[in-house]
């Protein structure tokens, strides 16, 4: 029975993320690493680096999405992905390494930071 909860809850979790992302074009990692972490108990870390591995196809998918209904300016698409990149592969690199806090206030802050921005105008 616990099996079924669990996946229950991913199934659920996933959908909730995967709209998220595809709504707002990205974000979802916001949601999928409080999910992860509280409801189906995932070690901190842990959340984090599975909201990356989530993200991934979803985030593919939505960019095609993007990318074929012309939504997508590729002379600052392609950039950005390149810096992007690299800077996924550091923060990957640093997740393994800083403090489980230091994780929990950098991610506060940036979701504080984009909750404020998002009702500024």
């Known amino acids: 029975m616990k099996g079924i909860k669990y996946a229950a809850t ?3 979790s996933g959908a909730a993320i995967g709209a998220a992302n595809g709504l707002f074009g990205g974000g979802g990692g916001m949601i999928a690493v409080p999910l992860l972490s509280g409801a189906m108990d995932f070690e901190e ?7 990356i591995l989530i993200i ?4 593919f998918a939505g960019a095609a999405a993007y990318l074929f209904s012309g939504c997508v300016l590729p002379y600052v698409a392609i950039p950005a992905a390149v810096g992007m990149t690299a800077g996924g592969a550091v923060g990957a690199l640093l997740l393994n390494k800083l403090p489980l806090m230091a994780v929990k206030m950098i991610f506060a802050a ?7 921005r998002m009702v500024l105008p």
């Open 10 to 12: 991913a199934i659920f």
């Open 45 to 51: 870390k842990a959340a984090h680096a599975t909201a």
């Open 56 to 59: 991934a196809p979803v985030s």
């Open 110 to 116: 940036v979701m504080l930071a984009a909750g404020i």
